[in-house]
C-alpha cells in the first residue's frame, strides 16, 4: 500500500485503541499528502473532541464543510459539537442549514429536536422528532427525544410509551431506562421506579443522575 494508506490504516488503529494524540499525528500527515480530504477533517474532528478540545473539533468540522457543502456526517457532527459547546442557537443553525440540502435525512431532524428541546422549543422538537420517525421508525433516538419533549409538556403516558418504543429498538439505551423510572417516581409507583433506575445502572454504570434519583 502507498503512504497515505499505510497512513490511514495507523491512524484508524490508533483511533480503536483510545490513543487520539497519536490518531491525530497520523490524520494530519495524510493530510500533507492529500489537503482535500473531508474525511480525514471530519475525523479530526471526532478525535479532537474525544479529547474534549471541541474548539478544534468545531474548527475541522467546518474545514470539511467548506470543503463539500454536501457532507452530512460533518454537519451532524458539528452541530452536536457546537451544543456540547453550549451554542445551541449555532446548532440549530447548522442543523437547518444541513436540513436544506437534506430535508429527509432522520439523523439531522433529531439533531435538531434535540437542540430545540434544550431551548424549551418542545412542541417544535415534536415535530422533528415525528418526522424522523416517519422515515426512520426504527430510529430509537428519535422515540427518546420524542418522549423527552412529551414528559417536559407533561404528558407522561405518551412520553412512556415512546421511551417503551425505543427501548424495543434499543435495550441497551440507558437514558430511556432512567426516564421511564423518573416517570414512575413521578406517579409513585415506586418497585417500577427502582426497576428501571437499577436497569439504567446495569447499562451505564457511572451516570450521577441515575444514581442520584436511586438515593
Not at 414528559?151 to 421511564?180: D, F, R, T, V, W
Amino acid at each position: 500500500p502507498n503512504s497515505v494508506s499505510l497512513l490511514k490504516i495507523g491512524a484508524a488503529a490508533n483511533a480503536q485503541l483510545g490513543n487520539a494524540p497519536e490518531a491525530i499525528k497520523l490524520s494530519q500527515k495524510i493530510l500533507t499528502f492529500k489537503p482535500d480530504s473531508t474525511d480525514v477533517y471530519v475525523n479530526l474532528g471526532n478525535l479532537y473532541a474525544s479529547l474534549d478540545d471541541l474548539e478544534s473539533a468545531i474548527e475541522n468540522f467546518k474545514i470539511a464543510i467548506n470543503l463539500q457543502s454536501t457532507y452530512v456526517d460533518a454537519y451532524l457532527n458539528l452541530a452536536s459539537t457546537l451544543q456540547q459547546k453550549g451554542l445551541v442557537d449555532e446548532a440549530i443553525k447548522i442543523s437547518t442549514e444541513a436540513l436544506s440540502i437534506n430535508p429527509n435525512e432522520p439523523r439531522i431532524l433529531c439533531n435538531l429536536a434535540c437542540a430545540l428541546k434544550e431551548k424549551g422549543l418542545f412542541h417544535q422538537c415534536i415535530e422533528n422528532c415525528k418526522r424522523a420517525i416517519s422515515i426512520s421508525p426504527d430510529f430509537a433516538e428519535a422515540h427518546l427525544n420524542l418522549g423527552s419533549a412529551l414528559q417536559e409538556l407533561g404528558s407522561l403516558e405518551e412520553a412512556s410509551s415512546c421511551y417503551q418504543k425505543a427501548l424495543e429498538i434499543n435495550p441497551e439505551m440507558s437514558e430511556a431506562h432512567s426516564n421511564l423510572g423518573l416517570i414512575h417516581l413521578q406517579q409513585g409507583d415506586l418497585d417500577e421506579a427502582i426497576w428501571f433506575l437499577s436497569a439504567s445502572l446495569r447499562v451505564n454504570s457511572e451516570s450521577p443522575r441515575v444514581l442520584f434519583d436511586l438515593a
